[in-house]
């Protein structure tokens, strides 16, 4: 290769043409470094997805033509599932106390007086008192009657299964033996004309379902076992039946209010309705969520709403014209359709999960200390410094939050996708960390945006957060069967999702409203609805709780 300068040419140059060659060679060597760098980190990033696949065609082949047996490889222990218990029990450990029983992360040390401050919030209904009776009152040694010095309290806790009791309603129908006029007192009217329904089972049936992710077929199975016959199908229509007569009207309130708001999250998961008409088996149906978070300044609410597809008009349509300010949420394009009025924010988490899924093949074939050279993990970096800012300004107001990121959030923000732009010709697009960082790029507008107003969030987490009981409840019942009952699921999910952000207990709080709503007619006024909204002062010390952390 014929050099790009002769030697003539170089003693002939200017010292300012030498000095620009200079620069310009060092430009170009550090671009042919950050490609090599990429492309070892590409080199891993294949031998990591061929091992994979490996293992994967391994595992198929196995399935397909292997012994059926269930032992593991030599070196591996299977786990007996029934023998659990015992294979686990060890009778030198220590009984747990009741603050301690939680995930590692979260055990701290057991202040004094806990334990009675734990079991505080329950009825004590049985007193058991050690006394000593007859002649065991008095001393052997020297006959005297013994005197009570102290006495030792102990507090133990029972749990009492579920139980059933008939609730039996006579009316005594009067007449007058002089003129056949007839009269009959005043009843409170059934929850479901016709029905053995009432509020505490229709809450408890849906608080199973939509809070503790238990299908109704599953606890048709659990009501048998204490001999009631309660099919899956009546539950169902109770659920359908409640959520549009009683539960609806506060749904609608809590959306007038929700547009109010100027600050709000969405996000969309996926959802399969069996009986959509001209659907395919493997179609897919969408549940969106909209939410304001501890930021917005509104009160905290979770809005589910069932489309039967992810098309970006569903959002214009269900804001319609009267929310207008920022709207936080993932890069799906369809967001990016929104009127003029709607200013959206992005995802920082996003972007930081792309980044990640590019580290993670390099774990296995890199150091600590090559990892750390690696872009994915300068990438997480840069970012973890913004997340930590966020954490030390969390309680701070908004004004606060604003000041503090336009001080130390900005100049990170600006150099992060700086540093990214450097990147852009040399990465290799088809890779992880290509995908990663065009993806930062293409969204840079968007995630810059949360700098603005101190009222907004980096990310989209809560509306992740709102949508994991959904999503856990999915894996359960895998499908809705018809659009009614995914229309009632919306519902059902808005109110016992914002009753937990509001510090309600799901059960006693939709009891409660299904007993008032029944009351109140088929007309409520407005005025009695407000009465019922989640963060009402008017909902019942009962419907709280006051458990720290209860409410996430």
Known sequence: ????????????????????????????????????????????????MNALLSDRLALAQ?????????????????????????????????????????????????????????????????????????????????????????????????FIPARFEVVEETTYVYACPKCGMMKRPQKDPSLLKGSVATPSLVAG??????????????????????????????????????????????????????????????????LQVIDEPE????????????????????????????????????????????????LTCDGYQAYRGLPEQITVTGCMAHARRRFDEALTPLKKGFTKEQLKETTAYQAMARIGMLYKIEELIRNQSPEERYAERQKQSKPLLEAFFGWLHTLEGSVNRSSKIGEAVLYALNQEKYLKAYLEDGHLSIDNSAAERAIKNFAIGRRNWLFSKSIKGAEASATVYSITETALLNGLKPYDYVAYILERMKDLGPFPSKEDLQQLLPWSESIPESCRTNRPGAST
């Open 1 to 48: 290769m014929e050099p790009l300068f002769s030697e003539k040419q170089l003693q002939d140059m200017s010292k300012e043409n030498i000095i620009t060659l200079i620069q310009a060679m060092q430009v170009h060597q550090k671009k042919q470094e950050t490609e090599i760098q990429l492309l070892k980190e590409k080199t891993k990033e294949l031998e990591f």
């Open 62 to 158: 196995r399935k397909q033509f292997g012994s059926s047996s269930e032992k593991y490889a030599e070196g591996y222990e299977q786990m007996d599932l029934f023998n659990e218990a015992e294979q686990e029990a060890d009778p030198n450990a220590a009984e747990p106390e009741m603050e301690e029983i939680h995930p590692k992360s979260y055990k701290r040390k057991k202040p004094t007086g806990k334990k009675e401050e734990d079991l505080s919030a329950f009825e004590t209904t049985e007193v058991i008192k050690h006394k000593l009776e007859g002649n065991d009152r008095f001393c052997p040694e020297c006959g005297t009657k013994y005197k009570v010095v102290t006495t030792e309290t102990v507090k133990y806790l029972k």
């Open 205 to 270: 049936i849906m608080n199973a379902k939509y809070v503790n992710g238990m299908p109704l077929a599953r606890q048709e199975r659990e009501f048998a076992r204490y001999n009631l016959n309660l099919s899956t199908k009546t539950m169902a229509n109770w659920i359908i039946l409640c959520a549009k007569r009683y539960l609806q009207p506060i749904y609608d309130l809590m959306r007038e209010e929700f547009l109010r708001s100027r600050y709000i999250h969405c996000d969309e998961t996926r």
């Open 279 to 326: 659907q395919k088996g493997t179609t897919q149906n969408w549940m969106w969520v909209y939410l304001t978070d501890e930021y917005s300044g509104s009160p905290r609410m979770v809005l589910f709403q069932y489309e039967r597809t992810r098309g970006g008009y569903h959002p214009v349509e269900f804001l319609g014209d009267e929310f207008r300010g920022y």
